[in-house]
Structures are given as structure tokens and as C-alpha cells.
């Protein structure tokens, strides 16, 4: 069964501090690997995405991840955080060919100004 | 810019009523999905659909049906609300084949059961 992981429900940084999410994902194939981002009172946006080619992708606001996929991993990271940064982070895995999106449980980013 | 529209942003109803929530796409995505959202347990699908008059179930579709009766347009149905079923729920659509590409989300409803 598939299944998405991640660990940290609530982290708290201070700004320029740096961020690492943890995802693991269980799934018996080829994946595509999403990290969602729904700031406060906004709706769910895709902040990056790999589905092939090289593993560390970059998205938008200077977020990165890393697909390792002996891990099966795909953490998110920032080098140096920002107070607007505060939001709900979400990590998703689909089976390529596959139409269903399965979600992690999201993790809350607060970065305390 | 892709638009998903969900018709309330709040909604409040009693145990027992029939709920409709709606959802309406303008770029002629061919795929929709009906989530649920609640704290600690992230996103879980309870139907998506792949055409018009397809619908399939997802996660959680106890409790709930659809409708996708025009491409534009997927309507979730509670036929006899609960309180387990307060939540917010959200819409989502993408083009068929496209599962490398991203979901375009609604902002949302929240429904409150009584």
C-alpha cells in the first residue's frame, strides 16, 4: 500500500535559521514526489516536484529537496528561513501512470520573526 | 491562470441533511478530486474522477458519492451528514495523463456538522 510519512508535525525556527522536512514515502514503483505548501487562510500550492532527471530539485522562494531514492526519501530544505515562510508543509507521492495524489499528514512551519 | 472554484467558503448544517458541495474548473481539466483535510491526518481522497459520468473511490468514500455530470463541474454529496464528517474539504483538478504535473486546488469549504 502506498503510504507518505512525515515525521515532524510542528517545527518552530527563528528567521534565517535553517530548515530541513523530513518525507518518506512507501510505494512499490516509479514515483513522482510533490512538496504542497498552504500558507494561512490560502489554498494548497505546489512548491516543487520531481518525477525524473537529476535528484535535488529547486522550486519557488528558494525551497529545495532531495530525492534519494534508496531512502526513499524526498526532505525539503531552505537554507535560511524567512517569517513569510510560516505555513503548513505537505509532502505527496503518485505512481507514474497513476492519477490518485497520496499526502503526508503535513507539517506546520512557524519562523518566529 | 486555472481556476478552482468551490461555491461556499463555510458551511454549517445538521446531522442528519443532505449536503452538496460544488466544484467548478475553467481550463477543461479532465481530472477532478474531492479531499478531506483534517489536522494530524494531512489530505485523504474520497472520490476522484477521470471523465465526465467516471467517478472512482478513493481513500474514504463512506458516507459520501459524487456526481460529474459536465466536464467543468464535480459535486460532492454527503446523503446523510454526520459529525465525523465536519471537516474542510477540498477540490482539485489536473489534466488527464498529466501525473507529473501539479493538482490546482480550490480554497476550500468548511463544513461544520451538528
Known amino acids: 500500500a502506498q503510504s507518505v510519512s512525515q515525521h515532524n508535525h510542528h517545527v518552530i525556527l527563528s528567521e534565517a535559521a535553517s530548515l530541513e522536512l523530513g518525507c518518506n514515502y512507501s510505494y512499490g514503483g516509479t514515483v513522482n514526489l510533490f512538496w504542497y505548501v498552504q500558507y494561512p487562510g490560502q489554498h494548497l500550492q505546489l512548491l516543487l516536484k520531481y518525477f525524473s532527471g537529476d535528484p535535488l530539485v529547486k522550486g519557488i522562494k528558494g525551497f529545495e529537496a532531495e530525492f534519494i531514492k534508496s531512502k526513499f526519501s524526498f526532505n525539503l530544505r531552505k537554507p535560511s528561513v524567512q517569517w513569510s515562510d510560516t505555513a503548513e508543509y505537505f509532502c505527496a507521492v503518485n505512481g507514474v501512470g497513476a492519477n490518485n495524489l497520496f499526502f503526508g499528514t503535513g507539517t506546520r512551519l512557524t519562523v518566529i520573526p | 491562470d486555472v481556476k478552482v472554484t468551490q461555491s461556499s467558503r463555510y458551511l454549517v448544517k445538521r446531522t442528519g441533511e443532505k449536503v452538496f458541495l460544488e466544484c467548478v474548473q475553467d481550463?477543461?481539466?479532465?481530472?477532478m478530486f474531492w479531499y478531506r483535510q483534517d489536522p494530524g491526518l494531512g489530505l485523504r481522497l474520497i472520490y476522484f474522477s477521470y471523465d465526465v459520468k467516471m467517478k472512482e473511490k478513493g481513500d474514504i468514500p463512506e458516507g459520501y458519492s459524487v456526481s460529474r455530470e459536465k466536464k467543468e463541474r464535480f459535486s460532492l454529496i454527503l446523503e446523510s451528514a454526520s459529525t465525523n464528517q465536519t471537516s474542510m474539504y477540498l477540490c482539485?483538478?489536473?489534466?488527464?495523463?498529466?501525473?507529473?504535473?501539479?493538482?490546482?486546488f480550490g480554497s476550500g469549504t468548511q463544513l461544520s456538522v451538528l
Open positions: 482539485a483538478s489536473s489534466f488527464v495523463g498529466a501525473t507529473n504535473e501539479k493538482l490546482f
Open positions: 481550463m477543461d481539466h479532465e481530472n
